[in-house]
């Protein structure tokens, strides 16, 4: 079934704790396959009968999977991204929650479904994970038995995947945060090796700054390598001669 929208439900204490758990994520060192791992784990205990869970990231680079619990959801996950069909997939665009009870019963999907049945998995659930206007993909689970999801159920993971989707959005923007200081540290590495190597030149030919820079395009052209590392290979032998 897909659920008519998203329900206001009541912060219990049971869920108080896990959102507590998750929280306590974003003050770690974690890499993100790890975090979203630990989340994944989260959710297979906030859904009872839950067998295994994951999450799938929808965005620029593509679709792919991550922090899957098992080796059959990473599988079962796969099969939705090579079909291009699934309850996950279909959640992620569609940004509802969608309850399959029974894969063999269910005709959406039909050759997810019977491939994932072959994998052992007969009841599914998917809901959206959506930051403000963006969707980021899904969070699923997956049980073993038909029927294991109700209505409880769809409330537990609708309410789990509202506050992962802030998790997904803090945990990227901290990625891209920590990719961008890693290239601007690379940036001014290299910099720095540029100068060194032009201040080489200009003492040890006698030459003035544009001079040295040309020589050194000259090397990099002539050794196939960029600016940067010509600079560092000359550094790097000054430093070796004790000069």
């Known amino acids: 079934m897909i659920a008519s929208g998203p329900q206001h439900l009541p912060l219990t204490d049971e869920l108080s704790a ?93 050759r997810w479904s019977s491939a994932a049945a072959a994998l052992g998995l007969r009841a599914a659930m998917s809901a959206p994970l959506v930051a403000g206007d963006v969707s980021l993909g899904a969070m699923k689970v997956y049980a073993d038995q038909p029927g294991t999801f109700d209505a409880a159920s769809e409330q537990r993971l609708l309410l789990f995947a509202a506050q992962s989707a802030i998790f997904v959005s803090q945990l990227q923007t901290s990625e891209r945060a920590e990719q961008l200081s890693d290239g601007m540290r690379q940036a001014i590495r290299g910099r720095d090796e540029i100068s060194m190597a032009k201040g080489l030149l200009m003492g040890r030919n006698g030459v003035d700054e544009e001079t040295a820079f040309r020589v050194l395009l000259s090397r990099s052209e002539q050794d196939g390598t960029t600016v940067t590392r010509a600079a560092q290979v000359l550094v790097d032998s000054a430093v070796r001669r004790g000069r």
Do not use: K, N
């Open 18 to 110: 896990v959102f507590a758990r998750m929280s306590g994520l974003l003050l770690s060192r974690e890499t993100v396959e790890t975090s979203l791992g630990l989340l994944s784990s989260l959710a297979q205990e906030t859904v009872p009968g839950a067998t295994g869970a994951g999450v799938t990231i929808v965005d620029r680079r593509g679709r792919r999977s991550s922090g899957s619990t098992d080796e059959r959801v990473r599988r079962a996950d796969s099969l939705q991204y090579e079909l291009d069909e699934g309850p996950c997939l279909t959640a992620a665009a569609s940004r509802e929650l969608i309850r399959m009870d029974d894969l063999g019963a269910d005709p959406r999907w039909p």
